[in-house]
Nanobody
Framework: VQLVESGGGLVQAGGSLRLSCVAS????????IAWFRQAPGKEREGVSC????????YYADSVKGRFTISSDNAKNTVYLQMNSLKPEDTAVYYC?????????????????WGQGTQVTVSS
């Protein structure tokens, strides 16, 4: 199983970025996919997730209304559209997968992880 993130970068506050997570080696529709982030000196926290099959979506309160998660089953890809970015969104963003289930933002429930992509928001 491989998860590869892309789309990170440097953006000014108020700007937008779209992250992509391409999954391979797994039955994509059977897996819930989540985005986590980790800022320096902080714990990894859940940002958003999308369930397997029905693709229900969930968001952390800190990003609700600004971030949108979506999936393209034909491309085995999950996206995270991030709008109205704030300096506190600066972190390494990781995608993660787990077999079958509803959404969860608990990092302990995921066992496949990507290498991460850096997002930096300047003030």
């Amino acid at each position: 199983v491989q998860l590869v993130e892309s789309g990170g970068g440097l953006v000014q506050a108020g700007g937008s970025l779209r992250l992509s997570c391409v999954a391979s080696g797994l039955a994509f529709d059977d897996h819930a996919i989540a985005w986590f982030r980790q800022a320096p000196g902080k714990e990894r926290e859940g940002v958003s997730c999308i369930s397997s099959h029905e693709r229900y979506t969930y968001y952390a309160d800190s990003v609700k209304g600004r971030f949108t998660i979506s999936s393209d089953n034909a491309k085995n890809t999950v996206y995270l559209q991030m709008n109205s970015l704030k300096p506190e969104d600066t972190a390494v963003y990781y995608c993660a997968a787990r077999f079958y289930g509803m959404g969860s933002l608990d990092k302990n429930e995921y066992y496949y992880w990507g290498q991460g992509t850096q997002v930096t928001v300047s003030s």
